[in-house]
């Protein structure tokens, strides 16, 4: 596309009076043409909302009928509930772990599938198809694995293999880590092909360069892979902690909505559906979204922080 | 593209537009939550009405049940969703804070008519002296055995337990358990998301000789030594004689299909189902008494007209309530739902009464109690969260029932204040 | 580069005993698949045993499946959806991601901050909002209301920003001299130049729309109109006790992509991988 550039007079524009602007402002008018329908769409789309959000929160409505102002009442409720510190909680836990869990493991991956040449494709292949499911199919699937003998199949394998029968959902130490594990398996494949991305894109000198200086394979991977794959880390780190603290569709469908047994599955947005739609009281949902926009807005900023201070 | 976009907008128009479009018929719309039989019920229905009433239309809508309220909610205050729409009794209060019910015509709902034809339960339908909704069928729970399974274990398969304790005995000789200890087979299906918990706040408590809640309704009255036994002798079932297990084959229902338990409490509604299993070999009697002392649950839902309707809608939503709760309607939705009619005269006829399997349940409903609910989704929860507490997590009873019983407090109060 | 082939001094031993692992972590990575499927083809007696392949199978749950619901409706209004808004997302994307990273101008800084602050902003704030503005236009219950969150995305625009400002200003500037308006420019020179990005982004759009839940659940109210994701939550109610229906209906939900991936994995795997490098 495009040769040397062609020098010469330019055909006439076809609107004669934008002639007598200069080129700038020109190119600025077509800038914002372009820009026009779309920043109209993000502003009713996006940000109107959001401040339709932030005003419902402090009101109180049942969706019927007038909004009551009731300022900060709602955000007072909310310091003062308990099951909203316990669902609080549990959010903090499915991202901790969830993100810990799911880059170790896709790093691991990533990190030995990268040498591999032999069925290279067809590996990744075996990794990734759990990306493309939906939540809900995959949530009844994982559901029907966790059931105590004589139909489930982690029950079966653990008392083939002598050991106790686990309750895994139907007990509140285990359930929330039994919901995790479908959501950190389907984002597995994703993380792995980011890594093998990354890995893909360090140079082969640095690697030359530490085996000249007699590094083995672990010095290589501490001084040389991990430090480059920085960016990458941040990246999945970020993206990760965002589903994470938005999990919804696993919980909803494993615990037929219910964040049980005795709420120790619930995430925030659960909750935040049931205020709204199970208790029809609007304003102190919408304050729980606000909470949730706030943490989520520091979290990544907190994050980007940590990319820049490289 | 940008035609594209164009075309885009213009179906969407075209399509509101569409949506709206009015014609000569008064159109009305019924709603109710997806459930095979009672969709075709309800088709049948509508059919005989339309023939009847020639200027009326009635569109009807399912919507599945865990949306259902959800939608409801949503599309009544934006001036769309049903004229008629259906609900279960235990929500009314919900519904009315939310204003989605308006009351029902008195020319074609009398109260008195009503509480003259219809089993006493349905006053609870009467609200500052009008009736916001009525029901079509009824429903009470009773004892479900299965047969071959009963064979098996030694037992006479035509004799199910007429007591708890008898209820006892017989669960542990039905319960099978593998070398480890994990059960294969329970002797009870038990599942408190189901109907377990309405059979241990109606039937349980009271045959320890306690009650639910105080006879005005207001206070808790579940914390006391009675209702202490209920709730012990309940878990004792899955805890200390293991005869079932809760979360056992996914739900009570699949366990009791499947032929992997010999015993469960149900309603009516699960007939339908039962009897499409090949192979389930099963019958109804009613529940176990327990010291001479006998108690149901009785529940229902009911259809009302929504704010909505008004004018012609009105009138033409009023006409269809009131086919679908004559006794023909009545009678075809016990032929095809399995629901029990809720007009006495309709559901004491002979045939009915000393049916093999609607029996058992019209003659539960002699003695049963519907719960006043004031948040039945809430209610429920506290309930299953109270046995949970005792089954999960080893608390003592009287600790759980109490912390549930202050939870429930705080709700009645909230609500009757 | 990568260290493909690369071992040191370990040797074959070593290499085989990962590949076997990597191998049997893949094996249960698709494990659930299999016993999806695998119960779906299972006769009702059956389901209820744990055995991994069927005795007798049978195709008697995808027939009923296919006669009892509106399976096929749903697909088509998921496909329908998910082409329109990756059409859109991609048109749009591109031509703001453009703008903002090859002309200067006034704001230009403040547009690109507020787009991409766009991304921080919960869905499932916007929902309540969105509901109530498509109850006043009468958009519940249309493609358009399904639709219509999604037509152009923060994420899609901060992708394309990133990708075009590795396209070279003089060829701009070139075309300019021909006398080529803006639109043609970017429309005939910088979006050719931008292809794995756009094939990129298409991928990613297409499979949000895909699986998206909340919204088309609380946009919709008739069957006719529900995505597969719907549709298929809707089955926990019908068939809530009959677990071979439901696996049925998962798996029938799960193919398609299935198939979509053994057809265009290069692609796909090669889009996942360029967003991660800009990322």
């Known amino acids: 596309m495009g040769g040397p550039a062609r020098p010469g007079p330019g055909r006439p524009l076809r609107l004669p009076m934008l002639d007598r602007l200069s080129l700038r402002t020109r190119r600025t008018l077509s800038a914002w043409a372009f820009l026009a329908l779309p920043v109209a769409f993000y502003v009713a789309i996006r940000f109107y909302p959001t401040a339709d959000a932030l005003l419902t929160s402090l009101t109180d409505w049942n969706i019927v009928g ?54 290279h494709a067809l590996l990744r292949a075996l990794y990734f198809v759990p990306h493309l499911t939906t939540a809900v199919a995959m949530a009844w699937v994982w559901r029907w694995l966790y059931q105590p003998v004589p139909i489930g199949v982690f029950n079966g394998l653990l008392v083939w293999a002598g050991l106790p029968q686990q309750p895994f959902l139907r007990s509140t130490e285990q359930a929330l ?120 807005l520091a979290i990544s900023l907190l994050q980007l922080r940590l990319l820049r201070s490289a | 593209m940008r035609t594209g976009k164009w075309l885009l907008v213009a179906l969407g128009l075209t399509l509101a537009i569409a949506g709206t479009a009015g014609a000569q018929t008064v159109e009305i719309e019924y709603w109710q939550y997806t459930f095979a039989q009672r969709v075709q019920a309800i088709d049948e229905l ?53 204003k989605l019910l308006q009351p029902l015509p008195t020319e074609l709902f009398d109260s008195a008519e009503i509480e003259r034809d219809f089993f006493p339960l349905v006053k609870q339908m009467k609200v500052d002296g009008r009736y916001y909704a009525v029901p079509t069928a009824v429903r009470s729970l009773s004892l479900f055995w299965n047969r071959k399974l009963f064979a098996e274990a030694g037992l006479d398969p035509a004799k199910p337990p007429q007591t708890l304790d008898e209820l006892l005995v017989m669960a542990r000789k039905l319960t099978k358990t593998d070398a480890a200890g994990n059960l294969l087979q329970a002797g009870m299906a038990l599942d408190m998301g189901l109907q377990d918990h309405h059979w241990l706040r109606e039937v349980l408590i009271r045959q320890m000789g306690g009650q639910p809640y105080s006879t005005d309704g207001r206070s808790v009255a579940y914390n006391t030594p009675a209702g202490h036994r209920a709730v012990a002798w309940y878990s004792d079932l899955a805890t200390k004689h293991k005869v079932g297990q809760f979360g056992f084959l996914t739900d009570g229902v699949t366990a009791f299909r499947s032929g992997k338990a010999g015993l469960m409490i149900d309603g009516s509604f699960r007939l339908a189902a039962f009897d499409a299993q090949t192979g389930l070999d099963y019958a109804v009697t009613e529940l176990p008494t327990h010291q001479g002392k006998r108690s149901n649950f009785a529940s229902y839902w009911v259809n009302g007209i929504t704010p909505k309707a008004t004018g012609a809608k009105r009138d033409a939503a009023a006409k269809f309530l009131k086919f679908i709760t004559t006794p023909a309607a009545m009678e075809l939705w016990l032929e095809k739902v399995g629901e029990l009619p809720a007009r006495k005269a309709v559901a004491e006829r002979d045939a009915i009464r000393t049916h093999p399997k609607y029996g058992a349940f019209i003659r539960g409903l002699a003695y049963a109690e519907a719960t006043f609910f004031v948040n039945e989704t809430a209610q429920r929860k506290l309930f299953m969260d109270m046995v949970d507490r005792v089954v999960l997590k080893s608390q003592p009873v009287p600790e759980s029932v109490a912390q549930a019983a202050a939870e429930e407090q705080k709700l009645l109060d909230a609500f009757f204040k | 580069m990568s260290l493909a082939g690369g071992w040191g001094r370990r040797g074959r031993p070593t290499r085989t005993v990962v590949w076997t692992l990597l191998f049997l972590g893949g094996v249960l990575m698709v494990m659930p698949f299999v016993y999806m499927l695998s119960t779906s083809l299972k006769q009702n007696v059956e389901v209820y045993q744990l055995s991994l392949l069927p005795r007798a199978p049978t195709l008697a749950n995808y027939r009923r499946l296919a006669a009892a619901s509106g399976f096929p409706r749903w697909f088509l209004n998921s496909l329908v959806i998910a082409v329109l808004t990756t059409l859109s997302v991609l048109f749009f994307d591109s031509l703001v991601g453009y703008t903002l990273a090859k002309f200067r101008f006034r704001g230009r800084r403040l ?8 991304l921080m902003i919960p869905t499932e704030m916007l929902v309540l909002p969105w509901y109530v503005m498509s109850k006043n236009l009468g958009w519940l219950d249309t493609y358009w209301g399904i639709m219509f969150p999604g037509m152009m995305t923060g994420f899609g625009t901060f992708l394309m920003k990133q990708f075009f400002e590795s396209v070279p200003d003089e060829l701009l500037e070139a075309a300019r001299v021909d006398g080529l308006g803006e639109f043609q420019i970017w429309w005939r020179i910088a979006v050719p130049l931008v292809g794995p990005a756009l094939s990129a982004l298409a991928i990613f759009t297409f499979l ?49 992509m299935l198939l979509v991936f053994v057809a265009l994995q290069k692609y796909i795997v090669r889009g996942v991988m360029l967003a991660g490098i800009k990322g």
């Open chain 3, 111 to 118: 547009v690109f901050f507020a787009i991409l602050s766009t």
């Open chain 3, 208 to 256: 949000g729309n895909w699986t998206a839940f909340l919204w088309p659940l609380i946009s919709t109210t008739k069957r006719e109109l529900y995505t597969l994701p719907v549709g298929l939550a809707s089955f926990s109610g019908e068939f809530q006790t009959e677990w071979e229906m439901v696996m049925t209906g998962a798996s029938v939900a799960t193919l398609p």
């Open chain 2, 46 to 98: 509508i059919k005989r009405f339309e023939a009847e009433n020639p200027g009326i239309k009635v569109k009807h809508t399912h919507v599945p049940y865990d949306d259902f309220r959800l939608k409801i909610a949503a599309a009544i205050p934006a001036g769309q969703g049903p004229d008629v729409v259906q609900l279960f009794y235990g929500w009314l209060q919900d519904y009315l804070k939310a």
């Open chain 1, 66 to 119: 007038p909004r009551r102002f009731v300022g900060l009442d709602n955000y007072r409720r909310l310091a003062t509930d308990p099951t909203f510190w316990k669902v609080m909680g549990n959010t903090f836990q499915y991202l901790i772990v969830g993100v810990t869990v799911s880059l170790t493991l896709s790093f691991l991956v990533a990190y030995h599938l990268d040498r591999v040449r032999f069925g």
């Open chain 1, 177 to 296: 880590y039994a919901v995790l594990a479908p959501a950190i398996w389907a984002g597995l494949g994703f993380q792995v092909v980011i890594f093998l991305a990354g890995l893909k894109a360090i140079p082969q000198e640095y690697y030359e360069a530490a085996a000249i200086d007699g590094a083995g394979n672990w010095r290589a991977l501490v001084h040389v892979t991990l430090p480059l794959l920085r960016p990458t880390v941040v990246f999945l780190v970020v993206v990760s902690s965002i589903a994470f603290l938005r999990i919804f569709d696993y919980v909803y469908s494993m615990t037929n909505g219910q964040g049980g047994p005795l709420d120790s599955t619930k995430p925030l947005v659960l909750k935040i559906y049931e205020t709204a739609f199970g208790h029809f009281q609007m304003g102190y949902a919408t304050a729980q979204t606000v909470v949730l926009f706030v943490i989520l």
